[in-house]
């Protein structure tokens, strides 16, 4: 370039030519900058532009769509009393007793003969359980029927509803009993049993638990006496005639006997209390050791010998059959089962033996919630929670 101006200066500068070429050298040279620069700016701007670029998204290719395929079949639910489920019979006993088994064999063979639906037999278990394990099973949802106390009875109609279909009876002195019952006999100066409160009880050994004390205390509780808090002590004697001492000496206030026994009981105690030097006339025990809470009624009835309509005030009632709600048994089946379960302990030639061997007892009566009102009203009195 430094040639090129140097000749043009020397050859052409007076003619002119020179300054015209520098000129337009200039000229190519700011044009080819202002294009560079614009292509510069072109691509700067493109980066430094607000429009987000164009995402093309990734090709995912093709899959193929699914078919739902069937799901198992599923087999339906057994229904009631079908070999998959079928219907419980429950007693409460010893399940190495042999003769009570042998007779729960022959129930449920009895059962599955009589006992049908659309013109099917049903299936049955009957067992040999627990007190415990009868009345869990009861509200446990499951078709289980169970003959149980009296006091799982009312634990079972309160958990769950439990019906009461049939009730155990015993014979005594010829006579058909529906249950236990007590006399509290006190000293003279007490009439009620709300007088007792914060005096000395007393119990004989040579009764049972139910009478010495389990019956006692729920009548003490349901009169506002806290059978545990609510007595001065609690004393223990050998035999009835030891307790009638003890009553007599005044070392008690009051004490249990069975029902039925109390006169007896005096001529009892008159011998043993008397001797040559000095008698005790029975007027004198009568006058002195007085019932103050007499015995319920438990003779079964005569005008009515297959049904129990009610149970007296201070009575226990003996076992009883009692169903779940209709929603685990139905209804239509609960009927078929009784009856069946009536037929099979009053068939004449065997019936007496079986209700032995299965329930200890002499027959069998038909009873509902109503016949239990005073019952369960005394154990609400007493506080007892009927749901444990």
Partial sequence: MLYHVENCGKKFQAAGRCTINRQTHAILLLFAGIVLLALA????????????P?????????????RSSPLPEVSPAPLLGDRARPLEIQFVGDPSDNDARDVASELQLHLEESVTQDGIGL?????????????????????AAAWISAFSYASANERCGAIPVYAV?????????????VEIVARAGFSSIGQLQQQVFCRSDEQDTVIRWVLPALILASQGIDPITGLSEIKDYP?????????????????????????????DLERTLSTSEEPVERDTLADMLQIISPAGDTVLST??????TRYDANVIPYEVLVFPPDS????????QTADAIHEFFTERGSSTQRLHDLLDADGIVQVDNNAFTAFRTMLVQGRWNMTD
């Fill in 41 to 52: 700016l072109t691509g700067c701007g493109e980066g430094g532009s607000d429009t987000p």
């Fill in 54 to 66: 164009t995402r093309i998204p990734t090709q995912i290719p093709p899959t193929p769509t699914p």
């Fill in 123 to 143: 299936s049955f278990t009957v067992q040999i359980v627990s007190e415990t394990d009868a009345l869990n099973a009861v509200c446990s949802g499951a078709p």
């Fill in 169 to 181: 009876t015993r014979q005594r002195a010829q006579r058909a009993h529906i249950g236990t019952t």
């Fill in 239 to 267: 035999d009835d005639m030891a307790l009638g001492r003890a009553l007599y000496e005044g070392d008690c206030a009051a004490a249990a006997l069975p029902a039925g026994e109390y006169d007896d009981w005096l001529d």
């Fill in 303 to 308: 005008n009515n010998a297959s049904r129990v």
């Fill in 328 to 335: 685990a048994f139905p209804a239509d089946q609960r009927e």
